[in-house]
Each structure stands twice: as C-alpha cells, then as structure tokens.
C-alpha cells in the first residue's frame, strides 16, 4: 500500500506562485517515480510533471519554466512549486507514485492522491 496525501492548493492572484505538498507513505521503496496531474472544467486530465527517484524531471509544455517538481527524502514529500500562475492553471491537482520510470507524463501511475484546488483569480 502507498498513500498520497496532498495539501496547499488555495485561492491565489494571477501571477502568484503556490507551493503543494505530496506526502507519501506506505510501502514507498515501491515507489520509482511521481508526478504531478491537473484536471480543469471540462478538460480531460492532464499531467504536468514527473520525476524518477534518481532525479530525471520532465513537465509538460503548458507549465515547463513556471512549475517544478521536487522531492525530500527525508520528509517523503512530493513538491510542486508553481509560480507566475495564471488564471488557465485552475484545477484540481493531483499526486502520482508509480514503479516504472517510464512515460512520466501519461496517466499511466499506480497511486493517486485525493487532490487540492487550485484556483487563480485574474
């Protein structure tokens, strides 16, 4: 069992920056990879950023240069730092853990947190 736990979406202006946090738990040496995924209104769900244990970072085109993805160790926390929002990165994000390291931008992941809201006012 892994379990993904996430906190800090808020309501934020345009133009700000956010930072969210994943913790993970469970049997995390499973674990090879995370990522991040947003799903807004009426579009289909959307994955942002990836990240393998040993450091490899990849980000969708829509977020590359504002967001980034991290991960403490010792904390076990996932992060997302997202600055310069804009009023298009409203959704609900989600955490990811999967085994493989393979297609971090895809929907393929074992584990899904439950979600926070993100909501960036113009």
């Known amino acids: 069992q892994v379990q993904l736990v996430e906190s800090g979406g808020a309501l934020v202006q345009a133009g700000g920056s956010l930072r969210l946090s994943c913790l993970v738990s469970?049997?995390?040496?499973?674990?090879?990879?995370m990522g991040w995924h947003r799903q807004a209104p009426g579009k289909r769900r959307e994955a942002i950023a990836g990240?393998?244990?040993?450091?490899?970072?990849t980000y969708a085109d829509s977020v590359k240069g504002r967001f980034t993805i991290s991960y403490d160790n010792a904390e076990k926390t996932v992060y997302l730092q997202m600055d310069t929002l804009n009023p298009e990165d409203t959704a609900v994000y989600y955490c990811?853990?999967?085994?493989?390291?393979?297609?971090?931008?895809?929907?393929?992941?074992?584990?899904w947190g439950q979600g926070t809201q993100v909501t960036v006012s113009s």
């Open positions: 990240r393998t244990t040993g450091g490899r970072t």
């Open positions: 990811a853990a999967k085994k493989s390291t393979m297609f971090l931008l895809s929907a393929n992941y074992d584990y």
């Open positions: 469970g049997d995390i040496f499973s674990i090879n990879a």
